[in-house]
């Protein structure tokens, strides 16, 4: 934020918020037992991609917004 790479607010919250969004397709699923089986290496990278991609949506300097990723088609046939 200082390097004005980040629009200015609070590091604090902004680290929160970006912790949530690292946590919120990986982590929550595994501990609410949602899922059958931990995600796969790519499945983690692309979550992974997709938190960092919506912090820096939130995040980054007016005018300098990012294209959004794509979420992978689950296979289970469950609409989502």
Known sequence: MVSRTLRRDDPD????????????????PLLLQVNEHAPGQNEVISAAKRAVNAFLRVYSPVGKIRERPQRAKKSSGAKA
């Open 13 to 28: 919250l902004a680290a929160d918020y970006l912790g949530a969004l690292l946590e919120a397709e990986v982590l929550e």
